[in-house]
């Protein structure tokens, strides 16, 4: 029998990783041809990053090593590579994946380990050449491949899906599975391969040559009672534009929520929503909602600048649209968030304040993530001729995987991001991320949400100019925001040093965080604190602005901030505050300030005693649901309030 082994690294978040569904599927269809299946014998697959030095050793008398590459896992896949080659030259080393450079003459100069990689999907490829290790090991008739000698012409796209057994259904994945005691495995999940789109800034399309083939559904169907059967509490849907099939993704979601609230499996699935998604997706969204299935809705613009659309090929939905898409996902109780990518060519600083100006400020999106611009190794960003007509300059830097754990990491792994282009500066870009430190962390997630709104509304006040003015008061002014901006532009600073994005806090648990999310951690841990140190800088803004705020207003608007953020000193289970003024009204109705006693409540969001835990369902799995704040729309009064008020 030949010796095959094979893997596929990942990362371990909060005791869970994913199944090695890519050498699943390869693996799966190789064994459908029964002269494979007699003569090759595959090993568990290797996903552990902290066990490479086992692994390395496992190979000793391996015939074939097969690596599946991202950009997560690079690094340590070659580093397995090199070090199985030394120990056992005769090994057979062959790497597939999106992270396999589709044009670089100089690959196997720098990578003389390999012996060959794979272009494109992998199932018939990898099957032929199996085919052929077993006859002269004469690779250069089959299609889709590369030697150091050698690359042959593509092999053409799958077009008949069904021909491809799954990897679930045949317990390919429990067979490839290493067992430890307690790590669950959570599942990739394909219903769908390709994408129409051809941004720049990603790989899909580009790989893809944009066409979509689909699973068959009765296939899928049965993979989602696999997933309950055995208990997979995540799903992590792999398609490029779920929704976008609407009748079809449609049933896919019934069956979602039938199983899952049949079987309780599986708890959570995470799908990449189609690019232009409309408020056709809101029945899906709903049948994953009413299962228990769905986070949030992701209604993606990377960015609000036309420039910058045009120069990345990113055909957004108008905006008026997108504002009446986010207030139509709200009034149907879906929630939503949008992602934005600092850093790309065509965009400036000044655009850069204007798109979150205008996210602030006319749109109902629920949470804003904002990342930096990896230039992916097959990206058409990082094709010469257009790094050279953009000026676009790239960072080596650690990559940041938000809230994987610290430990037992292995080497690092790197990814390229940009730092500069033609229509900004390493500056700017600094600047850049300081804005969004400050929108995603004292507005989307809500600490001065409806302050600034009250300074917009009643003083005209753009939200940008409220945050110029809080930028300020943190460089000149000791306070705990200071203390927090000053953790952040050095954050910054070593991120744009080439230094890393990991940011851990003993008090937060064994976790990276995104930096936005530990400053809301921070801020939000002592209420009481935040309400005092939040006026401190509010009489500050009244100075600076000369405007005229009475104190008992001040003081009732910071209160009732206070009380729409999930605090991790509140546990009761209803929240209720008395204040002095009609907040509600003001905010939600759009009338008058008056004074008007009120009683607001609502249910707490998080309930937790754990205060590490705590912190994870409020902003790590409770930030696309918006377990972190309450929207005013939806308080409750009490009777006896709402009796005085209407015979007021």
Known sequence: MIKVNSSQFNYTYNDETRFPYSIGTLVAYVKTKKNLEENF??????????????????????DILLCSCYAWNWEISKYLAKQVKKINPKCFIIFGGPQVPNHSEEFFEKHPFVDLIVHGEGEYILANIFEEFLNKKDFSKIKGLETKDYRTEPEPRINDLDSLPSPYLTNTVWDLAEKVDGVKYIASWETNRGCPYLCTFCDWGSLTATRMTKWPEEMLFKEVEWFADNKIVYIDCCDANFGIFQDRDLRIAKKLKEVALKKSFPERVRPAWAKFSSDKIIPIAKELQEGGLLRAVTLAVQSLDETT??????DNIKFDKFSELTETFRENGIPTYTELIMGMPGETLESWKRGLEILVSDTK????????????????MNQPIYVKHHKIKKLRSPIFLAHSSIHDR??????EISIGAASFSLDDLKETYLYSWLVQTFSSLGIFEYISKYYNKNYNLRFME??????????????LFSDEYEKVVEYIKTGYSGKGWNHSDPKLGDIYWPIEEATWLRLTYDKKILLEETVNFLKFLEDKQEFSTGNETLQDLVKFQMFLLTTRDDSRNIKSGDFEFNWKDYFVNDQKLDISKKNYQYENLVLEEDPILWGYKAVFYGRPSKKYKFHPEHLQESKSELKLTQTA
Do not use: H, W
């Not at 490479?52 to 000793?60: E, F, G, L, N």
């Not at 292995?410 to 990814?415: A, D, K, L, S, T």
């Open 41 to 62: 014998q595959f090993e568990t697959t290797f996903v552990f990053r902290d066990k490479i030095d086992d692994y390395v050793k496992r190979c000793k008398d391996s």
């Open 410 to 415: 292995g080497m690092p792994e790197y990814e």
């Open 466 to 479: 409220f945050f110029e003015i809080f930028l300020e008061y943190c460089r000149i002014k000791k306070s």
């Open 365 to 380: 999106i629920g949470s804003i993530f904002i990342y930096n611009c990896g230039v992916f190794a097959n990206a058409p």
């Open 309 to 314: 659309l045009e120069i990345i090929k990113r």
